[in-house]
């Protein structure tokens, strides 16, 4: 009974290098959220989407982030040219696609970035 | 446009005791959705509560209640007898129906003295 999985826990970058965070979703479930969390903040939402769309990316920067959700394989958020202000815990949430209600979200155990 | 408000930064709390954390929110989406997320020390994010706009019934799961008030849009967090292992922070959230983006508050840090 996996939870929502997250790799890798830590990650350090250089500046303008990149970074690839990925996340698979609990079993059973098609919608990925993203979200970044600064140092003594709330989480704050990047981007949802479910197998190969895009539903809500109103919280991505427009330069450097993009991501993905593939038909196969887990759900990508990739930071080009990273820098000392993309340092953050990114999480990723997963729920299920029940209609009808609002769904519960399970968190992962979060990727921690550090930009040098 | 959703918010969420969390006015106490920080609550100290004898063990044992009941606590009661602040939340209330602002929405003008009919139908909407509550929930409360602890965040240890160690950083992961556990799921607490779940309340719907149109429940009729305040939500409780085990040690946990939500204290819903629709006409006050207040959804506070109510923790039964305090354990040491409830220091966290806690975060209140909102989101709209269907499965939509969550909207979080600042937290609360709360500390359980022994």
């Known amino acids: 009974n996996a939870g929502v999985m997250q790799n890798p826990r830590h990650l350090v970058r250089r500046r303008g290098q990149e970074a690839r965070l990925r996340c698979s979703p609990m079993?059973?479930?098609?919608?990925v959220y993203w979200y970044r969390q600064l140092p003594e903040e709330g989480l704050k939402f990047m981007v949802y989407l479910q197998k190969e769309n895009i539903i809500d990316e109103s919280g991505m920067p427009k330069e450097r982030f993009s991501a993905e959700f593939p038909k196969e394989g887990p759900s990508i958020l990739r930071i080009q040219q990273v820098v000392r202000g993309d340092s953050a815990a990114y999480f990723c949430a997963s729920s299920s696609s029940t209609s009808g209600r609002t769904d519960t979200q399970y968190f992962g155990p979060g990727t921690r970035l550090t930009v040098l | 446009a959703q918010k969420i408000t969390q006015t106490q930064p920080g609550m100290f709390v004898q063990e044992k005791e009941a606590v009661t954390l602040d939340c209330t929110y602002d929405?003008?989406?009919?139908?909407?959705?509550l929930f409360w997320y602890k965040q240890p020390s160690s950083g992961e994010m556990i799921f607490l509560i779940y309340q719907g706009s149109y429940d009729q019934q305040n939500a409780t799961e085990g040690r946990y209640s939500l204290n819903f008030q629709k006409a006050r849009k207040s959804a506070n967090l109510v923790i039964s007898a305090s354990q040491l292992g409830d220091s966290a922070m806690y975060f209140c959230a909102m989101s709209g129906f269907g499965n939509e983006k969550l909207t979080f508050g600042t937290g609360t840090r709360l500390t359980i003295i022994p």
């Open positions: 079993k059973g479930h098609s919608h």
């Open positions: 929405t003008s989406d009919p139908s909407y959705g």
